[in-house]
């Protein structure tokens, strides 16, 4: 019996429940509009549910806040134009709310004709894994300085001290970890909370600029284009 073979007698459901055995793991399949056509049962409680019936056929607008939301589903949209996520670190909202840290990777889903059909992903919750939180603890610090003082003038020396580095190790530690510069960082981090605050208020865009900590209306348009 062929490899090949063997996979089609087994069967791709019964292949991707194999997923329910890792209880670190959230899996999901998405159809070409976003939409959940499959998860296992980590994912399904990361959500709040307890059936897998309860998320099928929902969007990310469904579970998380819309400025999330609008993040998950246009990277969604990059992985179906072709671009690859591969263990990307981030800091997200764990079940409990809590942040913690996650290695996402992505893919297109294709039929037996290599027609694209979806999306497939996988995140991993790295509470459990000390050997990778140990590697990012270096960087844990200045994240969470990030991501808690967005909006003021941050500099990388002000970063490098609170992570015990020089300027140099802090900037090797982050393209190492989270495959971006501190700066990249800082930036994505600002257009995050804008985008929360284009979708949950009515605040003129200029404004909405100066709180997140852009140096003016014209650049933060151009960095939102982008």
Same mark, same amino acid.
């Given at each position: 019996?062929t490899e090949h073979e063997l996979l089609q007698q087994a069967g791709v459901?019964?292949? /991707? ?40 056929? @929902? ?46 990777? @992505?893919? /297109? ?118």
């Open positions: 019996m459901q019964k292949i /991707i429940a194999a997923f329910d055995l890792l209880p670190d793991i959230l899996f999901w399949v998405k159809d070409t509009q976003s939409r959940i056509v499959y998860a296992n049962t980590e994912f399904v409680q990361h959500q709040g549910f307890k059936h897998l019936e309860q998320v099928l056929n @929902k969007t990310d607008y469904d579970f998380s806040p819309q400025h999330m939301a609008h993040q998950f589903v246009s990277d969604d949209e990059r992985v179906l134009a072709g671009h690859q996520v591969t263990d990307r670190l981030e800091l997200n909202h764990t079940s409990s709310g809590e942040l913690g840290w996650f290695s996402t990777s @992505k893919r /297109i889903l294709t039929d037996a004709k290599g027609n694209i059909i979806g999306t497939l992903g996988i995140t991993r919750h790295l509470e459990k894994t000390s050997k990778t939180l140990l590697n990012v603890n270096a960087i844990e610090a200045p994240v969470k300085y990030i991501r808690e003082h967005y909006y003021t003038n941050i500099t990388i020396e002000k970063l490098a001290d609170l992570a015990h580095l020089s300027v140099s190790a802090l900037e090797r530690r982050f393209k190492k970890y989270l495959a971006k510069t501190p700066n990249q960082f800082i930036n994505e981090t600002r257009l995050e909370n804008a985008r929360r605050l284009l979708i949950e208020t009515s605040l003129p865009v200029g404004e909405i600029a100066y709180q997140c900590g852009f140096s003016g209306p014209s650049y933060f348009s151009k960095q939102l284009s982008n």
